[in-house]
């Protein structure tokens, strides 16, 4: 297996469409992903265009969707939750599609939708994800991060040496990290393995998330390793489910 890292979507070579892709959005909209499907959503429906998903959305009865979201940290106006893994529990969210459009996770799924398999991964489920490629065992995998209106984010780089370092740990003879983001992100995941959440609350997203209120419970839930066993599966364009 091939293991490349690149920091945001305009990072990605052009005309890629990988075998395997993971997109990463740590704070938070792959966390968000990951723990409502754990906690019984139907699905969630990705989107970067907020029209496209007011459209799409409109398809639906009202009774069976919910739209999630933010701009800048910010739950969007008129939206029925904002981009917390504390908010999507399951009296809220079970049997129900979720429309979601956020500042930056998004836009990155939407980059690679064209991907033949594509996850989302986050540190709650980091493990899951990586016992999935394992067993699949694709040729090439891009893992993408998500960023900051297209600029680095730490904590994205921080789960992508998380998920590099537990798979060469597991099948050091047949992976080979080949480009030098990759390299990156495990000596950061080396330097910062055992705070996790320290990593995420002095990176620069994560003190903007504080300057707009108390985040506690979110630091938390975002930093947690290994907590679950969902693997948000790309099932159709944009189409998250658990796997």
Same mark, same amino acid.
């Given at each position: 297996m091939e293991l490349s890292y690149f920091h945001v979507a305009g990072d990605l070579p052009e005309r890629l469409v990988p075998e395997a892709a993971v997109v990463i959005d740590v704070l938070r909209a792959t966390t968000t992903i990951a723990w409502a499907l754990n906690n019984g959503a139907e699905a969630v429906e990705t989107f970067a265009d907020l029209n496209l998903l007011k459209n799409r959305s409109n398809q639906w009865p009202e009774s069976s969707r919910l739209l999630i979201g933010e701009r800048g940290g910010k739950r969007i106006t008129g939206f029925d939750l904002g981009n917390s893994p504390v908010d999507v529990v399951p009296e809220l969210v079970s049997g129900k599609r979720l429309f979601m459009s956020t500042t930056n996770g998004t836009r990155s799924l939407d980059a690679v939708r064209n991907s033949v398999n594509l996850y989302t991964m986050s540190l709650p489920n980091r493990k899951a994800v990586a016992e999935k490629?394992?067993?699949?065992? %694709? @040729?090439?995998? &891009?893992? $993408? =991060?998500? *960023?900051? /209106? *297209?600029?680095?984010?730490?904590?994205?780089?921080?789960?992508? *040496?998380?998920? =590099?370092?537990?798979? $060469? /740990? @597991? #099948?050091? #003879?047949? $992976? @080979?990290?080949? #480009?030098? +983001?990759?390299?990156?992100?495990? !000596?950061?995941?080396?330097?910062? @393995? #055992?705070? %996790? +959440?320290? &990593?995420?609350?002095? !990176?620069?997203?994560g003190r903007r998330l504080a300057m707009l209120g108390n985040h506690d419970a979110d630091f938390k839930c975002c930093a947690a390793m290994d907590q679950l066993s969902v693997v948000p599966t790309q099932v159709e364009p944009g189409v998250l489910s658990a796997s």
């Open positions: 490629l394992l067993f699949d065992q %694709p @040729k090439h995998l &891009c893992v $993408l =991060g998500s *960023g900051w /209106e *297209g600029a680095y984010s730490l904590e994205d780089s921080l789960a992508a *040496g998380a998920l =590099g370092s537990f798979l $060469l /740990e @597991k #099948n050091s #003879n047949s $992976l @080979k990290v080949i #480009n030098d +983001e990759m390299i990156a992100a495990l !000596a950061l995941w080396d330097r910062w @393995k #055992n705070d %996790p +959440e320290g &990593c995420l609350r002095i !990176a620069s997203h």
